[in-house]
C-alpha cells in the first residue's frame, strides 16, 4: 500500500555520488600501492536519513543525518593494518592510507590475511530492485507517525498511554575495490513506521507495539492498520497468568521464531567455528532437523531486504542450500575464517544474505490446533543461550494453548532446552512469514521444551 507520495521528488544524483565514491576507492588503491602494499581493500560508504519521533500527539525528536566513512585495508605480504577517516579532502585520504602502512608493517604475519582469491570475484551486476528512495520531508514523516499512534490510541479504549510512533528513511550508498581490478557499487533504501502502545493501569500495565519495514514505500503498511495491530497485541496481553512448570510443546510466533534461525547461524559461522566456541563443529553433513526441514539461501532475490551479487570481500554471491532435508550442508564463510578452517569461503563475508526456511503447515493458528496444548511465545527477554554447548534458556511472555485454541497471556516464565534437542524435535514450520527480516520464516513449533514458572 502506497502510504504517502512525495509532492516533488527531487533529480537523483545518487549515480553521480555513487561514481565519485568509487573515484575515491580507485585513488587509494593505487596510493596503497605506490607506498609499497602487496594487496589493498577500499569500502566507502554515504548514508543518508531521516528520522521522527511522536508521543501522545507532540513531535518529541526529529533528526536527520547524513554519514559517510571510507575505510582502508592494506597488506603487506601476510600483515595486515586497517584505518578510516570520514574526511574526503585529500590530505586526509593520503594520510589515512599512510597510517594503515604503517600499521601493517608492525603487525605479526597472519597465514590467513589476504584478499579473497582473485577468481572468485563477482562479474556480473545485475539490478536487485533494492533502491527506492523516499524523499520524505519532516512534516510529512511527523503527519505519519502522528498518524499511526492515533489510530492506535483510538482502537480500544483499554489503551491508556503510548510510548511513540515514528517514522523513518534511509539511503545507503557503498563502494567496495580491492587491487585484484574489482570494483562493487551498491544502493539501498529502507524506510519503516512503527507504534508502541500501554493498556491497562496500575501494576496491571502491558506494553506492545507493531511496525512495518520496506525497502520501497509501497510495501509498508498504511498508518492506521500498524497502529491498530499495535493496539490489538498491547490489549491481547492484559490481566496475564503464570504457569505451572511442565514440559510441553512451543510454538514461536513468526517474529520471535527466526531468533532460532539466528542461533544457528552463529553456531554454523566462520568466527564461532575457528575460534572452536560452537556447540555445531564438525557438523556439516550430519542431520540436525525432521528430514522434511529446508534452509535457502538466496542472495539475488530481486528486493530482497538483503540482496547483493557480492560479499564484503567482492566474492560472487550464488543461490545455495544451508540446510537440505534436515541435513546441515555448509558452513557460513568469509574469505579469512575460511582460511582458517582450511575450507572455501561460501560467499558469507559480511554474514548471510535472504534466508527462507521451508514451510510445511498453514498459519499460527493451524499449527496451535495442530499442536492441542503448550505455550505460544510472542516475546523473548535475556540473552541465555550458550553458544559452545546449546544450551537455551531465556525469559518469555506470550499466550496458552488449549483444545488447539489459543487462550490466555501469560508472562514471568522461562522456557529452557538445548538447541541440538529443540532442531531436532521441530514439527511444523509456518506459511505465516514474517516479512520484515532477511530470514523469511514462519511460525516454529518446537515439540517439547521446559516451561518453568511460578505456579
Given at each position: ?326 541435513v546441515l550442508q555448509r558452513y557460513v564463510l568469509g574469505s579469512y575464517s575460511a582460511r582458517k578452517l582450511g575450507l572455501p569461503t561460501t560467499g558469507n563475508a559480511g554474514g ?104
Amino acid at each position: 500500500m502506497n502510504v504517502i507520495s512525495p509532492e516533488v521528488a527531487p533529480a537523483d544524483d545518487s549515480l553521480q555520488r555513487l561514481e565519485q565514491l568509487a573515484d575515491i576507492s580507485q585513488r587509494l588503491l593505487e596510493r596503497a600501492r605506490a607506498l609499497g602494499a602487496t594487496q589493498a581493500e577500499v569500502s566507502c560508504s554515504d548514508e543518508r536519513g531521516l528520522d521522527v519521533n511522536v508521543r501522545l500527539g507532540e513531535v518529541e525528536t526529529v533528526e536527520a543525518t547524513r554519514d559517510r566513512g571510507i575505510a582502508v585495508t592494506v597488506y603487506f605480504g601476510q600483515r595486515k593494518g586497517s584505518a578510516s577517516t570520514a574526511d574526503l579532502r585529500e590530505d586526509s585520504l593520503e594520510s589515512t592510507v599512510a597510517q594503515a602502512c604503517a600499521i601493517a608493517r608492525h603487525t605479526e604475519d597472519d597465514d590467513a590475511a589476504g584478499l579473497a582469491d582473485a577468481a572468485l570475484m563477482a562479474r556480473q551486476f545485475p539490478d536487485l530492485d533494492g533502491w527506492h528512495p523516499w524523499e520524505l520531508s519532516a512534516d510529512q514523516a511527523v503527519d505519519l507517525a502522528l498518524a499511526c499512534e492515533a489510530a492506535g490510541r483510538e482502537a480500544d479504549g483499554r489503551i491508556s498511554n503510548s510510548d511513540g510512533a515514528s517514522a523513518a528513511t534511509a539511503q545507503s550508498l557503498s563502494v567496495y575495490a580491492n587491487s585484484h581490478g574489482f570494483i562493487g557499487r551498491e544502493r539501498s533504501s529502507h524506510h519503516s513506521i512503527g507504534c508502541a502502545l500501554i493498556a491497562g493501569q496500575g501494576d496491571g500495565m502491558q506494553r506492545d507495539g507493531w511496525y512495518s519495514s520496506a525497502l520501497a514505500r509501497e510495501d509498508l503498511e498504511s498508518p492506521a492498520a500498524i497502529g491498530r495491530h499495535a493496539a490489538a497485541r498491547t490489549v491481547a496481553r492484559l490481566q496475564p497468568r503464570s504457569m505451572a512448570t511442565a514440559q510441553m510443546p512451543v510454538l514461536y510466533a513468526p517474529e520471535v521464531a527466526r531468533s532460532l534461525i539466528g542461533h544457528l547461524l552463529g553456531a554454523v559461522s566462520g568466527g564461532a567455528l575457528y575460534r572452536r566456541a560452537s556447540f555445531l563443529l564438525d557438523s556439516v553433513g550430519t542431520r540436525l532437523f525432521p528430514d522434511w526441514f529446508g534452509i535457502e539461501e538466496l542472495p539475488l532475490l530481486r528486493r530482497g531486504l538483503r540482496s547483493s551479487a557480492f560479499d564484503g570481500d567482492g566474492v560472487a554471491t550464488r543461490n545455495a542450500a544451508l540446510v537440505s532435508d534436515g541435513v546441515l550442508q555448509r558452513y557460513v564463510l568469509g574469505s579469512y575464517s575460511a582460511r582458517k578452517l582450511g575450507l572455501p569461503t561460501t560467499g558469507n563475508a559480511g554474514g548471510v544474505h535472504n534466508l527462507q526456511v521451508r514451510a510445511n503447515a498453514g498459519d499460527l493458528a493451524a499449527i496451535a490446533r495442530q499442536m492441542g496444548e503448550g505455550l505460544l511465545v510472542t516475546e523473548l527477554m535475556g540473552q541465555g543461550v550458550n553458544g559452545v554447548t546449546g544450551d537455551y534458556s531465556r525469559g518469555a511472555g506470550g499466550f496458552r494453548v488449549e483444545n488447539g485454541e489459543i487462550t490466555y497471556p501469560v508472562d514471568g516464565i522461562t522456557i529452557a532446552g538445548n538447541l541440538r534437542d529443540m532442531f531436532a524435535s521441530i514439527e511444523a514450520v509456518g506459511t505465516d512469514v514474517d516479512r520484515r527480516s532477511h530470514v523469511q520464516v514462519g511460525s516454529i513449533l518446537v515439540g517439547r521444551m521446559t516451561v518453568a514458572g511460578n505456579d
